[in-house]
């Protein structure tokens, strides 16, 4: 998982996400529907909870909504840009 | 008038998963079963205010709570209501001896409440008020409109404004639009996934075989449905997180895995599928909602699909858990195709029919919602229907998790719930802390010690003795008693014990002892009893032969059972046997020797009995283990001097066993039917009433044979004994309507001594067959799973046996004893039986058979190796490859179907006569269907699902459509499906591509046409055209059309204008059918008389009679205006009716009255005489009385109605009476009747044809009504309501009456 630093990268998230379906960082397709590529919904909260131990005041509601890796960077960039 | 608020132009149609529940609702509009419901308990200083306007905003944040339903001719629709969302009610039940208790009760009962979906709300929210520092929030919103997780967003966003509002920080943002889940609906749809998706799925369920419940029955959803809970322990939850972070898997993944290997223990195995790991089916409900925009809309999104998971129980237990998530994960990236869709596309919709068993639900996340300053407590109350049963686990597996199993009621009743919950529960403890499964146990300890030794407590004192013994004790105690009756013949004990004595000294000078075996082929006769007392005593063990079963079979079992002496009648063909033939003429005659008699553990006796390798086994059986059956039998039923005992059955069958030996060791009479009687109704039934027969024996196929005969009906027979195959439940109903004594359901096979368990069977008998019962003495027995484990009650197992009454073994045959009798597993040093049959037992322990595990099948009672027939087969030479089946006929019975490869050149027909000579005839197939080759399947063994239909049902002409409700069926499936003639009878509405909303035209139609609703749940049960038209014919009889209220016109579910058509003098309102066909739109109800009923007392006045028909026009139109309508003295009535309902203040609508007048009109009328009434029948019939004047008598008349084929003639005779009497009593009552003014309106219908001159017309109503308008119609009185008129009165009586347009002719 992500290292003990202030900031959330792309490539941290994407790493995070291939640990949890169990793929090598750069088989996550950043376009293609996290979902279809096999992530699940407890592997979401999971992933959240990690992160927004990172960045305060992330809105899981918006992760939860948004389909694609490209997506879920968009949001934590905001939330770090605030 | 009464009706709905339009359906808005702007409707959308449903989602797919609205749809789903929509049908499922549709079927059952009052159930209550799709409210999702929760209570939410709060602790702490409640700030009313806050609470109300947050329930207030969130009504009008969250669309989905404003949503209104109604079906169109295109289908279900949907819209938003403005201001739709309801508001908080408060009730306060502070006052309350128990308040907590009062709210317990009044949530459930809240909880259990149905909702209107047309006119709305769909939802609601109470707040309880149970003392000032507590309070309940009960929150329910149908499944339409809200899944789980919608209402977790609903409640937590209470929470949140709540809270918002009383520490004035201010709240996020609310829900996205309702529109845009339709929206990611849409976008779904036309997306290219949704056809990898489809292809996906398709693949994965190709294959998808019979996918079985856990309990028997079709997985209907209740109204309600029972649910037990247990929490896991702490070390559970612990090793739970262990584990999932050894195998690299999430907690939930684990745990809907080990929920679907314990699926897999509670399901019957196929036979030959024993060693195959078992393959679940579960139904596993997903959010449907992560990387959509739906995610936060409240709305119903959850989606239930089917997961394929084979539990492989030798595997280590990570490696399967891999495996098992492997396919959760493929599942779940196809997870956006609807449920509902695969459904169709599978035709996986109606009976027999599932999709998936068992309901798997993790719920993971802690749903309690935060509110400010109170402490907040969670409980569901309701998710949504439970067609069959639900594992749910919540809580979020650190803190607590709850097993939870909510069933179908009509599936399983409350303590197998709670059976289910406790045993998953223990399951799980085990599993997750076991290397593999094999080795966990199913049940639990508790239950594992109730099955294993409390069901088993059988032990009773049975002395080590012998048939010889204890027959010789009894003739020295009665020697004067009658022992034995055959036709004229008739022997005291002390004859039977001389004549056997002889028989036994000529077998010992002979030199035949104990050990030795001797046959018996004799036909029923003295001297059949006497070889079988004559061989016992000599201490050898008798073998009988069928005497009139010449086949190769007799040398089978004459080569194996190898006897010294063959007792038959001299010409007997011994099939080159060497034993010296001894026929009864010359018993006694030759060398004599004082015989030994046996021992304890001598056989007694050897029965063959088919055999799987092509030969019959012989059976085994010693003293000692038919001594315990047949002392049980003498003290369970109380056997002794007095009892007279039939022996029918064929030596050759076990049962026989006790008819011949029973009676002389209790001082009871044998009475010897003739031969042949046994399969002859009256003879039997002339047998038992000549001979005072007190007990006899059926297999339950003969005595549905003879309950049948006419001769059988009133017997009396105080024990009556069935056994052999499975006794249906109605089998034994009939026995009780038609003959005087007690039924006893028993059941053994031949290796056990006849029977090891018995039960009585009574009329009423839940199941489809009685169960065969429990234990007798010093027996054991064990239903347990392909590993020998122990199966949960309900579940089938395969039935072993253990104790005093197992066989010795196969004669000649160690290997196969080994095999059918291991070692019993739970008894060190015992053997058990293997039955081979498939049982279950119910919570009380009493079992039930259900069928064989294996091939073998029970041909009228007889119990045949389907392989034996086989072997037979090949063994002709005449075919390549053969299997036989046994298929049920169209009447249910098993017929013998032999499936064949010929060699070349070989006819059918040598091969059916090569088998004749090989085989007995209850052995000979039904039918011989000859092959090219056998269907195969992929692993190489014969597919026996791919045989063709036998020639025996196909040689018969396909059956054509039977006139009637057939006929009309034929027509409306062709109509709804879409095909250009009737359908065939067998046609399976689902299977020839009939959908929900096809099933739903289906029964519109059908109501059109049948006058009343068949119900769309009837047509879910039964889609089978001819099973259909059988149900509802049945039902139509049941339905008389003679209650107090009956449907002349559709029934429709949402609620249209009704009219209450009230009964003219006759009592009857069918007269008013036409009229309803005529009045489109409006729901016709017929009222009719209590007379009808000859036990109903006489009502004292018109106005009380009006009393009770208001009651029930008000229970069935409880708000809105009342329409009523009349006919004849029917409209008196009806205007007396629409006096009291203003007097109750009502709203009288319409009130129409077919030429009736007021009473006093009649009030100086002479009453009718019973003569008169009688000839009103003829009125009531639609014929004018006066045209008839030559019937007079009651004969008459009825005859005369029967003729010309009208339902009054086809009426009972008690109801014909009723009709009689209606129409004098309400004569009786108009004549001191009078009437009170209403309000309403009134329209009449003047028949001007009839009562001229008679001073009555339709101004005499004035002073009884606000106005009255009239519709001349140029009949007379009797074809006011005939269908002519029908559209004129209707065309009328559409016209509101606020227009005040009536028409006027």
Redesign the interface.
């Known amino acids: 998982m992500t290292q003990d630093t202030e900031v959330l990268t792309k490539d941290q998230m994407r790493a995070d996400i291939a640990a949890q ?2 793929v090598a960082p750069e088989e996550v397709e950043a376009e293609e ?14 992933l959240l909870m990690h992160w927004g131990e990172t960045i305060k005041g992330l809105d899981f ?1 918006r992760f ?5 890796l490209d997506d879920w960077w968009q949001i934590a960039h905001e939330a770090q840009s605030a | 008038m009464s009706s709905l608020p339009p359906v808005p132009a702007d409707a959308q149609p449903l989602s797919e998963a609205q749809k789903g529940i929509w049908y499922a609702q549709r079927r059952d509009m009052g159930s209550p079963v799709f409210m999702t419901g929760q209570a939410l308990s709060l602790r702490g200083p409640l700030d009313l205010a806050a609470l109300s306007a947050a329930v207030a905003q969130v009504g009008a944040e969250a669309e989905c709570l404003s949503l209104r339903f109604a079906e169109t001719p295109d289908g279900p629709v949907q819209w938003l209501a403005a201001d739709g969302a309801p508001a908080l009610v408060v009730r306060d039940l502070s006052g309350e001896a128990d308040p907590e208790a009062a709210a317990s009760v009044a949530i459930k009962a809240e909880a259990k409440g149905p909702v209107d979906l047309h006119n709305g709300p769909v939802a609601g929210f109470t707040l309880w008020v149970l003392a000032p520092d507590h309070h309940i929030l009960s929150e329910r919103i149908h499944h339409l409109a809200a899944d789980g997780y919608a209402m977790v967003l609903i409640t937590n966003r209470i929470g949140e404004l709540y809270s918002a509002a009383c520490t004035g920080r201010a709240p996020g943002p609310g829900f996205p639009p309702y529109a845009q889940s339709l929206e990611a609906e849409a976008k779904y749809l036309a997306a290219p996934k949704r056809d990898k998706d489809r292809a996906y799925w398709h693949e994965t369920l190709a294959t998808l075989g019979v996918v079985e419940g856990m309990a028997a029955g079709e997985p209907v959803s209740d109204h309600w449905f029972h649910r037990a809970e247990v929490p896991l322990s702490a070390a559970a939850r612990d090793r739970l997180h262990a584990l999932a972070a050894e195998v690299g898997l999430n907690w939930a993944d684990v745990l809907s895995a080990l929920a679907g290997a314990y699926v897999a223990r509670c399901l019957p195995v196929a036979p030959g599928e024993e060693d195959v790991p078992r393959e679940v089916v579960l139904g596993v409900p997903l959010m449907n909602r992560m990387g959509s925009k739906a995610a936060r809309v409240p709305c119903t999104m959850v989606n239930v699909l089917p997961l394929r998971l084979t539990v492989r129980e030798d595997l280590p237990l990570v490696d399967w858990l891999s495996e098992a998530a492997q396919g959760m994960a493929a599942m779940r990236r196809h997870g956006k195709y609807r449920g509902e869709a695969l459904r169709r596309e599978m035709q996986r919709i109606g009976a027999g029919k599932r999709l998936h068993g068992p309901l798997v639900n993790v719920l993971p996340f802690d749903a309690t919602p935060k509110m400010a300053g109170l402490e907040t407590q969670l409980q569901i109350l309701g998710a949504g229907s439970v067609d069959d049963i639900t594992f749910c686990f919540r809580g979020d597996g650190q803190s607590g998790l709850l097993v939870q199993a909510d069933c179908n009621p009509r599936l399983y009743d409350l303590a197998s719930t709670q059976a289910h919950a406790t045993r998953l529960a223990t399951y799980l403890e085990a599993a997750l802390f076991a290397p593999d499964l094999a080795g966990v146990p199913t049940l639990t300890q508790a239950e594992t010690v109730q099955h294993l030794v409390t069901r088993n407590a059988t032990g009773h004192s049975v002395p080590e003795t012998t048939l010889v013994a204890l027959t010789r004790a009894q003739i020295a105690a009665t020697p004067e008693a009658e022992a034995l009756v055959f036709g004229a013949e008739r022997l005291t004990y002390a004859e039977l014990d001389r004549r056997s004595d002889t028989l036994a000294r000529h077998l010992a000078g002979q030199g035949i002892g104990p050990g030795d075996v001797v046959a018996v082929a004799l036909p029923r006769s003295v001297a059949l009893i006497v070889a079988l007392q004559g061989v016992i005593r000599a201490g050898a063990a008798y073998v009988p032969l069928d005497p009139e079963d010449a086949s190769a079979r007799r040398a089978d079992m004459l080569a194996r059972a190898m006897p010294k002496v063959i007792l038959a009648e001299a010409g007997f063909d011994a099939a080159g046997h060497v034993a010296p033939l001894l026929p009864p003429a010359l018993w006694g005659t030759g060398a004599q020797a004082e015989p030994t008699p046996p021992g304890p553990h001598d056989p007694a006796y050897v029965l063959f009995t088919s055999g799987s390798t092509g030969t019959p086994k012989g059976v085994v059986i010693e003293h000692d283990a038919i001594v315990n059956r047949l002392l049980w039998m003498q003290a369970e039923y109380n056997f002794g001097p007095g009892d007279r005992i039939l022996q029918k059955t064929p030596a050759t069958f076990d049962v026989s066993v006790w008819e011949f030996f029973l009676p002389f060791l209790s001082g009871a009479t044998l009475v010897v039917a003739p031969p042949g009687a046994h399969r002859d109704p009256s003879a039997l039934a002339q047998l038992i009433r000549d001979h005072a027969i007190t007990t006899l024996h059926f297999v339950p196929s003969m005595l549905a044979l003879f309950l049948a005969a006419p001769a059988s009906q009133g017997l009396q027979i105080a024990k009556v004994f069935a056994s052999g195959e499975a006794l249906p439940a109605h089998l034994a109903a009939q026995f009780h309507a038609r003959i005087e004594g007690r039924l006893h359901n028993l059941y053994g096979p031949t290796e056990a001594a006849v029977d090891v368990t018995y039960r009585e069977a009574r009329a009423e008998e839940p199941g489809a067959s009685v169960p065969i019962g429990t234990p007798v003495w010093n027996t054991r027995t064990y239903l347990l799973d392909p590993r020998g484990r122990p199966v949960p009650d309900g579940v089938a197992g395969r039935l072993y046996l253990a104790g005093r009454q197992l066989a010795r073994g196969y004669l000649g045959q160690p290997d196969l004893t080994a095999e059918r009798f291991p070692a019993d597993p739970f008894v060190p040093g015992e053997r058990m039986y293997d039955t081979g049959d498939l049982a279950f037992a119910a919570a009380d322990g009493t079992l039930t058979y259900i069928g064989r595990a294996d091939h073998q099948v029970k041909i009228r009672g007889v119990r045949i190796e389907l392989g034996e027939i086989e072997a037979v087969l090949e063994g002709t030479g005449l075919v390549a490859q053969a299997a036989v089946l046994a298929p049920a006929d169209h009447l249910g019975q098993a017929q013998l179907v032999a499936y064949v490869v010929p060699r070349a050149g070989v006819e059918v027909a040598a091969i059916r006569e090569a088998l004749a000579a090989r085989l007995p005839s209850m052995m000979m197939p039904a039918a011989i269907v000859p092959l090219q080759a056998f269907p195969l399947n992929p692993s190489g063994k014969l597919d026996r699902k791919a045989l063709p239909a036998p020639q025996l049902f196909a040689s018969a002409p396909a059956r054509a459509l039977r006139d009637g409700t057939e006929a009309l069926l034929g027509r409306a499936y062709a109509e709804v499906l879409g095909l250009p003639a009737p359908v065939a009878p067998e046609t399976d509405f689902f299977a020839a591509g009939g959908d929900s909303l096809k099933a739903v035209r289906l029964t519109l139609l059908l109501e059109e046409e049948l006058g009343r609703d068949p119900g769309l749940g009837t047509l879910f049960e039964v889609p089978v055209l001819a099973d259909l038209a059988r149900k509802l014919d049945a039902e139509a009889q049941h339905d008389d059309g003679l209650g107090p209220v009956v449907h002349l016109s559709p029934r429709k579910g949402d609620a249209p204008r009704r009219l209450f058509a009230i009964h003219p003098a006759g009592g009857i309102a069918w007269c008013y059918r036409g009229l309803a066909r005529a009045l489109k739109g409006a729901e016709v109800i017929g009222i009719q008389s209590p007379l009808l009923d000859p036990d109903a007392p006489l009502p004292d006045s018109l106005s009380s009679l009006a009393h009770d028909y208001c009651d029930r026009i008000e229970a069935l139109c409880p708000s809105g205006p009342i329409h009523l309508l009349g006919w004849s003295l029917g409209g008196i009535i009806a205007h007396a009716i629409a006096a009291e309902a203003e007097a109750r203040g009502r709203e009288v609508g319409q009130l129409v009255l077919l030429d009736a007048y007021p009473s006093e009109c009649w009030r100086n009328e002479p009453e009718p005489d019973e003569g008169a009434a009688i000839r009103a029948l003829l009125a009531i019939a639609g014929h004018d009385p006066d045209a008839y004047p030559h019937l007079v008598t009651r004969t008459d008349i009825l005859g005369f109605l029967r003729e010309t084929g009208h339902p009054l003639g086809q009426l009972p005779e008690a109801v014909q009476h009723g009709v009689v009497r209606s129409v004098q009593q309400t004569n009786r009552l108009v004549r001191s009747h009078r009437e009170r003014r209403v309000v309403a309106p009134l329209l009449h219908v003047h028949a001007r044809l009839d009562h001229a001159g008679t001073g009555r017309s339709p101004d005499l109503w004035r002073p009884y009504a606000g106005d009255v308008r009239v519709l001349e119609l140029e009949c007379r009185h009797a074809d006011v309501v005939s269908d002519a008129n029908a559209l004129r009165i209707a065309q009328a009586v559409r016209a509101a009456p606020a227009q005040r347009r009536l028409e006027h002719s």
Do not use: F, K, R
């Open positions: 379906i169990g529907s996290l979902v279809d590529q096999g992530l699940d919904s407890m592997q979401v909260m999971t509601a939860m909504e948004a389909e694609t």
